[in-house]
C-alpha cells in the first residue's frame, strides 16, 4: 500500500518505515514518562494541542498529553513522509480524531499512566485500549457497572483472584471496540457481548449491524490491552507491534 495519496508536501514514507500494508495493522508501544518530556516536543504541537495541555492539572498529565500527542504526529508523519507539525488533525462527532488530508489512514491512541498504545491501519477502522491493573475492587465495581449480566455470571464462576484481571481485559475489549466504531460516547448506554474474558487471545466479532471486526488482546509491562480492527470474512489479518522511541519489532 502506498500512503502519499495526499496534498502534503514531501508525502514519501521513510525506505526504512514498516510497510503498512492493507491486510496489516500495526501497534506501537509508547513510552510517556513526564520525565522524558522537553520543551522541543511542544514546538510540534498545535496551538490547540498546548492550550489543551494547559488545562490539564493532575501532576503529569499535562506531560503525558503532549508526549503522547507527539509520539503520534512523528509516527503517523513517517507514515505519510511528512513533517509532524504539519499533520491537521479534525475530529467526528464523537471526538475520535482522523486526518482530512489521508483519510486512508486510521488510528487510535490509547494510555495509561506512563504507557501508551497506538493502533494504526489503512482502508479500516481501528481502535485500541489499554489499562493498568489497578485495585481489584475497582474492576469488580466496574463490572457491575459496565458489563453485560452473562459476562458477569462468567467472571463470578472464575476463582477469586482471577476476577479483577479478566474485567480488565473485558473493559478493554469494549473500549476498544466503541472505540473503533466510533460510539465511545454510547459506552454508558451500550453493553457489548463479547467472548469469555477467561479465554484471552485473538477473535472476530460480528456487530449488530452485520460488520466483522478482529480482536486481539495485548499486554506489556504489566498493563493489559486490545486492539480492534475492521475485519473482512475469511481474511487473514497480520498484526504487528513494535515499540517507540524507535521502530524496534515486538
Known sequence: ?????????????????????????????????????????????????????????????????????????????????????????????????????????????AHAGDLGLLAVADGRHVGADVELPGPPARWLAIARRCLPESERRRLQALPEEARARAVQRSWTRQEAFLKASDQASLRRLLRLEMPCAASPGQFTIRDAQGCHWLAQDVARAGAIGALVVEHRPNERLEVLSFAWPGRERL
Open 1 to 109: 500500500m502506498v500512503l502519499n495519496q495526499t496534498r502534503m508536501k514531501s508525502a514519501t514514507q521513510s525506505a526504512d518505515w514498516p510497510p503498512l500494508r492493507s491486510a496489516t495493522a500495526h501497534l506501537w508501544w509508547l513510552k510517556l514518562s513526564p520525565a522524558e518530556a522537553d520543551a522541543a516536543l511542544q514546538d510540534i504541537l498545535s496551538p490547540a494541542e498546548r492550550r489543551r495541555a494547559r488545562q490539564l492539572r493532575r501532576p503529569g498529565a499535562a506531560s503525558r498529553f503532549c508526549l503522547g500527542r507527539a509520539h503520534l504526529r512523528r509516527i503517523l508523519g513517517e507514515y505519510l513522509g511528512a513533517p509532524p507539525e504539519s499533520l491537521q488533525f479534525a475530529y467526528t462527532p464523537n471526538g475520535k480524531p482522523y486526518l482530512p488530508e489521508a483519510p486512508r489512514l486510521s488510528f487510535n491512541l
